[in-house]
């Protein structure tokens, strides 16, 4: 079941609803909503999506991924994104979120940081995950207790 998005803002961004997709147990994937970060004007400055539960296959990935346009970066909109997310997420009765990112990937590590993020680990990307095939061996693994 997927819920009304229309709430999603905070006072400089709001999150537009792009599309959302089914679970595909077969692939181990989770339903998952997808939208583009706007700010309040409409100008589109990113997109992000969230999984909605949790498996090996969201440990790995994420429950959450997000892009701030380059121009855009900076202003701490993932983090805010972040945040309006847990929201939604509290609707689907989950109790935390995982997000991950490249070790190497110093701006996503620390906006994970700043949204209140605890480092696990890092954590191996197995063999048979699509993130392995585009060379991705490593992940940091943060969690967010909602």
């Known amino acids: ?13 709001v999150l537009k609803l792009t599309k959302t997709t089914e679970a595909q147990p ?8 997808f939208f583009d970060i706007c700010l309040l004007d409409g100008t589109k400055i990113g997109s992000c999506d969230i999984r909605i539960g949790h498996n090996e296959k969201t440990y ?12 855009f970066r900076g202003h701490r909109y993932a ?26 990937n110093y701006a996503s590590s620390k906006t994970c940081q700043i949204a209140g993020g605890v480092l696990l680990e890092t954590a ?23």
């Open 26 to 33: 077969e692939k181990k994937w989770v339903p998952a909503y």
């Open 60 to 71: 790995i990935g994420g429950n959450v991924g997000y892009n701030i346009d380059e121009p």
């Open 1 to 13: 079941m997927f819920y009304d998005c229309l709430d999603l803002k905070d006072n400089e961004i």
């Open 124 to 146: 191996k990307v197995p063999e048979d995950n699509e993130m392995y095939k585009d060379g991705l061996r490593e992940v940091l693994v943060y969690k967010f207790e909602l």
């Open 79 to 104: 983090a805010k994104t972040l945040k309006i997310l847990f929201e939604l997420a509290k609707k689907h009765d989950m109790k935390y979120l995982i997000v991950t990112c490249d070790p190497t």
